[in-house]
């Protein structure tokens, strides 16, 4: 089925480590996105990307980083830099830019720092 | 400044209630989608319906309806006979130029409860 897997799904992190969390999707799409979910706050964008080798800034992008070496994979890594990094994470993608194109998520994973 | 506004924090119905979700927008655009998304306790987000700056028809999909209005720039999503397996998070969302593509903005979510 296509679709997009995030992994872990529960993660674990003692302060000072960085941690990487994996996207990756199958359904042939060019954008994809990491998205920060906190109680209360909705979705906020921390990276996004348009096509391979290139990705931008969001709203929350600082003690973030990511890559895009592969067209369908979108990794994304939690610096010690992130000042409060316990969040649930999410990957979307969509087949591009449109304003009206919907986005398509992962199961998310949930990152808590110890 | 681009907007969305989910005043509903948690809504607690019994099952076979209809209960509405509000959601009001702002934007300076006048190109603009919608979107509402559902999050059950899966995780993922799950799209519901999308709707453009220039249509306004409302939209009912089973037990799922849409009232779009430009004048109080609401997009309100009413669920009629509610089921338990309704119970999610619902997220109401703005794609506008401003924002471009890439930039969806979402609301803060609304938690609905459907006790059997």
């Known amino acids: 089925d296509g679709g997009i897997t995030q992994s872990p799904k529960y993660l674990f992190r003692k302060e000072g480590q960085n941690v990487t969390l994996s996207c990756e999707q199958n359904?042939?799409?060019?954008?994809m996105y990491w998205y920060r979910q906190d109680p209360g706050q909705g979705l906020r964008l921390i990276y996004y990307?348009?096509?391979?080798?290139?990705?931008q800034k969001g709203d929350i992008a600082e003690g973030y980083s990511v890559s895009r070496e592969k067209k369908e994979s979108f990794p994304l890594t939690v610096t010690s830099a992130q000042k409060n990094p316990t969040a649930f994470y999410l990957c979307?993608?969509?087949?591009?830019?449109?304003?009206?194109?919907?986005?398509?998520f992962g199961e998310g994973s949930r990152l808590t720092v110890l | 400044a681009q907007k969305v506004t989910q005043a509903q924090t948690e809504i607690s119905v019994v099952e076979k209630e209809d209960v509405t979700l509000d959601c009001v927008y702002e934007?300076?655009?006048?190109?603009?989608?919608l979107f509402w998304y559902k999050q059950p306790p899966s995780g993922e987000l799950v799209f519901l319906i999308r709707?453009?700056?220039?249509?306004?028809q409302n939209e009912i999909s089973g037990r799922y309806s849409w009232n779009f209005q430009k004048s109080t720039s609401s997009f309100n999503f009413t669920i009629t006979a509610s089921q338990v397996v309704d119970s999610a998070v619902y997220f109401c969302?703005?794609?506008?130029?401003?924002?471009?593509?890439?930039?969806?903005?979402f609301g803060a979510g609304t938690r609905l409860f459907v006790k059997a």
């Open positions: 709707r453009n700056s220039f249509d306004e």
């Open positions: 990307s348009q096509i391979v080798n290139d990705f």
């Open positions: 979307a993608s969509s087949s591009s830019g449109d304003l009206a194109g919907e986005l398509f």
């Open positions: 969302a703005l794609s506008d130029d401003n924002t471009g593509g890439f930039k969806t903005i």
């Open positions: 359904l042939n799409h060019d954008a």
């Open positions: 934007t300076r655009d006048t190109t603009y989608y």
